[in-house]
């Protein structure tokens, strides 16, 4: 596995995760209730499902930054049970009250960056030991894998460079000691390579960095890259 870093200025991250929110906003408040209610790109899961979730990670993750800054540990998600039966209760609000919590929920998580004090201060995300440094690009990965999810016009065309790189980099470390893995070498047309996965005999996948990033999140066919031939990748996040 190839180490990844990020060197953007944590507030250019920010930016970027309040410009992928207005997009998406953007976007859904185009979407009828019927439409709320049709099928997303994730199985099982309506539009609707999708944006209560996408509700619900940010006042998870304001939750979390408000009781670091207290000085407690609290875990992103202490409750599965409770998670998925509000996730259940946001999938039939309407359009509208589905896109005031999303607006909502957007707005108190940027109150709660806007207070911290110490970007150092250690969370643990999902069982991860991190910072809270990282979790401007844990959002901003949130935020842009659902828009797609949500399947409203948005594709990964319309990323910008700089943001993809950071969600390919983000990936390649979240992912990169899943042991599932196929053993692949990343060659990125701006000029990332990176080794993740298990076996002998890694194939060499080439592409875009938003391309890349989607496939490895289970979000682009392989064939729209060049060496992935057949491998799919499960839906992550």
């Not at 047309?189 to 989607?214: C, E, F, I, Y």
């Amino acid at each position: 596995m190839t180490e990844q870093t990020f060197s953007a200025p944590l507030e250019t991250v920010r930016k970027q995760v309040q410009d992928a929110t207005q997009r998406l906003l953007g976007d859904t408040i185009g979407i009828s209730d019927a439409d709320w209610n049709g099928p997303s790109r994730l199985p099982g899961w309506s539009r609707a499902h999708v944006a209560a979730h996408l509700a619900a990670n940010a006042d998870a993750l304001s939750a979390l930054m408000e009781a670091t800054a207290d000085g407690d540990t609290v875990t992103l998600y202490p409750d599965a049970d409770s998670r998925r039966a509000d996730i259940e209760s946001g999938s039939g609000l309407t359009g509208l009250e589905l896109q005031i919590r999303l607006d909502t929920s957007a707005g108190r998580l940027q109150r709660s960056m806007e207070a911290v004090q110490d970007w150092s201060a250690p969370i643990d995300l999902l069982g991860r030991p991190l910072t809270l440094a990282h979790v401007p690009i844990a959002r901003l990965a949130e935020v842009v894998a659902h828009h797609l999810d949500l399947d409203c016009g948005f594709g990964v065309d319309l990323l910008p460079q700089a943001p993809a790189r950071w969600l390919l980099q983000w990936a390649l470390r979240w992912q990169g000691g899943t042991p599932d893995l196929p053993a692949v070498r990343l060659e990125s047309t701006s000029g990332l390579v990176a080794d993740l996965g298990s076996g002998d005999q890694p194939r060499t996948v080439k592409g875009s960095d938003a391309l890349l990033w989607a496939w490895l999140i289970g979000r682009a066919p392989a064939d729209d890259l060049e060496g992935a031939d057949t491998l799919v990748l499960p839906l992550r996040s």
